[in-house]
């Protein structure tokens, strides 16, 4: 703490938080309270916490109707909570529990215990061409792989092909909704929104569980 | 165009704020947090509807002044007359520790307590404090002067705490 002689009217942030000091826990607690009120009040639009996993930090997001968002960290956390607030809706809190199910399944899929996910889902993120490649992507099964082009005819329009990896580019439940299943025809990668380590490891991770 | 901000980001940046306010206001006890909740969960009920660019910390502010009058209010109908005011312990010597501030802040004339409460700590401008709390501008900045003075020389100085409430 300093003594510099100001007068009252040069109060800086810095002297607000030193001469009136709060306590952590207080502020802690309160935040936790505020959640769970704001939950029996039918006011939490946007629940989230994160999760670590082999993959680095992962960002989970749920309305009301399912999970809406799994983000990656390489995607900003920050950004993704504005896009959220931006597209759904501004009311977007950190409420981990409301995220159990997802993170228990997900912890379940990583430790190779896991083959599918049986969570309600939210696709209000996507829409049009995007959204029904990203609702038939679940049909592709666990450890097994499909190139782009014949993901576009299995959603019966087989010269989408560069619309299909555009739909897997910008798929708002990675992992949940393997579009890491999803390859170029030659056999390679392709691109992946978690970064290509990423894609690689959940495929080594199916093809080894 | 409303508000794009998560609430979540409004809560970590003007949480401490509006705790501040409501601490000077009521003082640091069950009074003061239970308007910190009230205040934050009707902030959220309107959130969507918040035009985009207001200031949030100032509106906030505002909705935690109508909070802590709702507060006041229903405990002066509820007020049970003691006869054992609460025991002051000295903090001589730890200087910023505890609630010492708060204390020495609860004592301060009422005047001077919502002057700081509201432009100090909640940021408002002399002339919109005065809307709240009565008065001139050029009176709350006085006022406000004057107890920030007060508390800084028994504080900053690390003087013990007793000076400064009465």
């Not at chain 1, 309305?63 to 959220?84: K, N, P, W």
């Not at chain 1, 409420?95 to 899929?109: F, G, K, M, S, V």
């Amino acid at each position: 703490m300093t003594d510099t002689p100001t007068t009252p009217e040069d109060l800086t942030a810095r002297e607000r938080t030193d001469l009136f000091p709060l306590p952590d826990e207080t502020l802690d607690a309160l935040r936790t309270r505020l959640v769970r009120r704001a939950g029996e009040a039918g006011l939490v639009d946007v629940a989230y916490r994160t999760i670590d996993t082999p993959l680095g930090p992962l960002l989970l997001a749920a309305t009301g109707q399912g999970l809406v968002r799994i983000a990656f960290e390489r995607e900003g956390f920050d950004a993704v909570l504005s896009t959220l607030a931006a597209k759904v809706s501004p009311r977007v809190l950190e409420a981990p529990r409301r995220l159990d199910a997802a993170a228990t399944e997900l912890e379940e899929y990583f430790a190779g215990t896991r083959r599918g996910f049986d969570l309600p889902l939210d696709h209000a993120l996507s829409s049009g061409f995007r959204e029904t490649v990203q609702r038939h992507l679940p049909e592709i099964a666990y450890g097994r792989t499909r190139s782009y082009k014949e993901v576009a005819e299995l959603v019966g329009n087989p010269r989408a092909v560069r619309a299909v990896g555009t739909a897997c580019a910008t798929n708002p439940l990675p992992v949940v909704v393997p579009c890491h299943r999803v390859l170029r025809t030659d056999g390679s990668l392709g691109g992946y929104i978690g970064g290509l380590d990423a894609k690689s490891a959940l495929l080594s991770l199916e093809s080894s569980a | 165009m409303t508000t794009t901000i998560p609430y979540e980001t409004a809560i970590a940046q003007h949480g401490p704020t509006v705790l501040r306010v409501c601490r000077a206001v009521l003082g640091p006890g069950a009074d003061a947090e239970d308007a910190w909740s009230e205040t934050f969960l009707a902030a959220l009920t309107a959130w969507p509807d918040l035009a985009e660019g207001t200031n949030v910390e100032a509106w906030l502010v505002r909705v935690a002044h109508r909070k802590a009058i709702d507060i006041t209010r229903t405990r002066a109908r509820h007020a049970v007359p003691s006869d054992d005011l609460p025991e002051q312990t000295s903090r001589r010597g730890i200087p910023g520790q505890d609630d010492g501030v708060w204390t020495a802040v609860a004592a301060l004339p009422e005047r001077q307590r919502l002057a700081v409460a509201y432009h100090y700590l909640g940021g408002l401008p002399h002339a919109e404090t005065a809307a709240l709390i009565g008065g001139s501008a050029e009176a709350v900045r006085r006022a406000s002067a004057d107890g920030i003075r007060a508390l800084r020389a028994t504080f900053t100085a690390g003087h013990s705490t007793d000076g400064a409430s009465r």
